[in-house]
């Protein structure tokens, strides 16, 4: 069974071969059947149906009951919010909702998940709980649109009381946010995060670009200078939060001067993490009519300019920790050493902090670790 992404280029071409590569197992004989699930079956079915007909069957995004009949297995509703972990069992991301209701020029997200539903509270509660009793005790939340939580079903922004409850399901020691928008980003989830030791002080908030044309063009219902004045707000209200964002280069349109634009931006905001994509033309989006002019070299050269700006930034803030003691979590152990986070570090997308240790260190529990070096990306340090 293969669950595929469909959102840009590369997720799509990562997809299809994946695909390939089990049709062509098929072909050896050594699978007798190969179903097709997730976003790009939802977006190119019959598309797919026609290229790879080897493929037994294509199932879209909602369509996990259809699926389960096909494997003769039974739908069975009680068991929704039972979890099993792909990830490490000390870590877990939740889905706090599906969908979206923005209509960002360049995302493909909403023709595949439809709008935004979120998931009930107690629902949600329970999965915590859940999942804490397989020993989880960091959970990303997640969602195409975090802050935009409650609106259909409770018609409020219900983030803050949702990380209420979360906070207080015992053993989970630390909440993430990842993916909340900022046009009327709501400053309360700063007041629960304030109060609540295990909501970690990190904000990972994609901005996409800082330049007014392009944020318009993007339809981002924001400006460069509400932006600003959020990020000045957040960080007074949670000083030494962990910002994180995430960029797109080459929409349609952009300039030099965009470019320049956006790297001054980063240079004056200093986010602690900023992550890029290429802009990638998908049909059906709105920013589909506009020319993609720029080519893939062009955009991955901008893409590279910009995270130069970053490094040096990420650099200088990695040097500024040494010395000092932070909670880590260890994660793993590799070549000899620990691999940990801080709270300030979401999994794979940030920096890991690098534990020499001769005693042995325990996968997925606490330590305090004093950072002894900084790198662009990394820490390195020792227990104490
Ligand atoms: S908010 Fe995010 S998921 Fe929703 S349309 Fe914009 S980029 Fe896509």
Known sequence: MVNTCGFIDKAKEES???????????????LDKVY?????????????????????????????????????????????????????????????????????????????????????????????????????????????????YGLDNYKKRALPDL????????????????YAYPSKFPLEILDVMKQRDNICNYLDMPLQHASDRMLTAMKRQITRKEMEELIAAIREKIPGICLRTS?????????????????KFLEVQRFDRVGIFTYSHEEGTTAHHLSDTLSS??????????????????YELNQEKVGKVYKTIIDKKEA???????????VEVDNEVVIHSAKKLPVGEFVNVKITRAYDYDLEGEVV
């Not at 299809?16 to 050594?30: A, F, H, S, Y």
């Not at 990380?163 to 990842?178: F, M, P, Q, S, Y």
């Open 163 to 178: 990380l209420n409850r979360l906070a207080d399901v015992k053993g989970l020691e630390w909440i993430r946010l990842h």
């Open 36 to 148: 097709v699930t997730g976003c790009l079956s939802e977006r190119y079915k019959n598309n797919l149906e026609e290229e790879i007909p080897e493929v037994d069957a294509f199932f879209g995004t909602m369509e996990l009951p259809l699926l389960l009949k096909k494997l003769e297995a039974d739908y069975k509703a009680e068991l929704l919010g039972e979890r099993l972990l792909a990830t490490p069992s000390h870590y877990a991301y939740m889905k706090i909702s599906e969908g979206c209701n923005r209509t960002c020029a360049f995302c493909a997200i909403p023709l595949m998940r439809g709008g935004h539903i979120s998931k009930p509270v107690e629902e949600l509660v329970k999965e915590a709980e859940g999942l804490v009793r397989k020993g989880v005790k960091e959970v990303m939340l997640i969602a195409q649109e975090l802050t935009y």
């Open 336 to 346: 000899g050493r620990y691999l940990g986070r801080t709270e300030f570090d979401s």
């Open 247 to 263: 960029l797109i280069s080459g929409f349609p349109g952009e300039t030099r001067a965009d470019v320049e634009e956006l790297k």
């Open 297 to 314: 070299e062009e955009k991955e050269q901008r893409a590279l300019e910009i995270m130069e700006v970053q490094q040096d930034i990420s």
């Open 16 to 30: 299809i071969n994946t695909i390939l590569d089990q049709v062509e197992l098929k072909r050896k004989g050594k």
